[in-house]
């Protein structure tokens, strides 16, 4: 009698652990599995809640990011049971929310370089929802627009002027700029200060600049400047003349320098008193004052390059009455 109750309790005990399962055999939820989603319980109790949807990756594109640019983001899900599946997005910046529901895109104008953006992902079958799984970008650096650069002076420049260059840009970070210059001359390098010396250089010499912006980080494209013609620069008579009198006859000779080197150089008679002549190619100017001319007189010498254009070179000359002679007096240059 005996026996046979234990029996029966071994045998009750052994339905009672088939029907409840052991520890070993209990369904183990997916690696990927949570919390059944709302509203899923009834359906639980009665079917099988089966594995929850899997993100596999969330990326950001593009992945450096830039204000004013939408924001996507790619996201790759997969659901062992094969149902559909929906995604939500929750994004960030800087630690704060500013949009949740299930747009993959976030648009903000207001970035600023440095901003951290996060979106963080989670995916539903409706009855399970998957484990999060994120992404983050960073606003990086923006480089500068160079838009112009100018010369000034600008127009009618002649060898010997002092060019600046001034470049107009502008950065979309707000970051102080610096800039690089490369001077050309006929197509060949010949500086990189702001400023460029002119002088040594001639009529019809072609002179551009080009310029580079930087932050520091990133560069500009280089701009090139408008190119400048070099403009006629007319001869100068180089010093008032030692005279030499001869018989009562002065003879001058005067010398001239043309920075565009030309040669064929023409002297004149601008101002002076009757009976002065100056030969226009050699320079030597000659007078025989008479009697009559006694006393300061005031002249004007001039010299012309090939292109007509030219300089004078003004000085004062006292004749005595009775033997001639240069008053030392302090020249001036005229046009």
């Not at 009698?1 to 055999?25: E, F, I, Y």
């Not at 709302?38 to 990326?59: F, K, N, Q, T, W």
């Not at 207001?110 to 901003?115: A, H, S």
Request: aromatic share 4%; hydrophobic share 35%; charged share 20%.
């Amino acid at each position: 009698m005996l026996r046979a109750l234990t029996t029966a309790v071994a045998s009750a005990a052994l339905l009672l652990a088939a029907a409840c399962g052991g520890s070993d055999d209990a369904p183990k939820p997916s690696g990927n599995a949570m919390a059944p989603a709302p509203g899923a319980a009834d359906a639980a109790s009665s079917v099988s809640s089966g594995d929850a949807p899997v993100i596999e990756r969330v990326a950001l594109n593009p992945a450096v990011l830039v204000p004013g640019v939408e924001i996507q983001a790619v996201v790759g899900v997969s659901d062992p049971d094969g149902d559909s599946v929906r995604v939500d997005y929750t994004w960030t910046r800087n630690g704060r929310e500013v949009q949740s529901g299930d747009k993959p895109v976030l648009f903000l104008v207001d970035l600023e370089k440095g901003d951290r953006v996060e979106v963080t992902v989670t995916a539903t079958d409706g009855m399970n929802r998957s484990l999060p799984m994120s992404a983050v970008g960073r606003v990086g650096n923006r480089a500068p627009t160079l838009s112009a650069v100018t010369l000034s002076p600008f127009g009618d420049v002649r060898a010997g002027t002092t060019i600046k260059a001034t470049p107009q840009a502008s950065d979309p970070d707000n970051d102080t700029l610096r800039y690089s210059y490369e001077w050309k001359v006929n197509g060949k390098k010949r500086g990189t200060d702001r400023e460029f010396e002119t002088k040594g250089l001639k009529r019809g010499d072609q002179i551009q600049v080009h310029v580079v912006a930087t932050d520091g980080a990133e560069k500009s494209r280089p701009k090139a400047s408008p190119v400048l013609m070099l403009g006629n620069s007319p001869p100068v008579i180089t010093q008032l003349p030692t005279a030499r009198t001869s018989n009562g006859v002065f003879q001058y000779t005067f010398k001239a320098r043309d920075p565009d080197g030309d040669r064929h150089l023409r002297f004149f008679v601008e101002k002076g008193p009757s009976g002065m002549r100056i030969d226009g190619i050699t320079g030597v100017m000659t007078w025989a004052p008479t009697a009559q001319q006694a006393g300061l007189h005031k002249i004007e010498v001039g010299v012309k390059d090939q292109a007509g254009e030219g300089s004078t070179f003004s000085f004062e000359l006292n004749v005595n009455a009775s033997v001639p002679e240069p008053a030392p007096a302090a020249p001036t240059r005229g046009r």
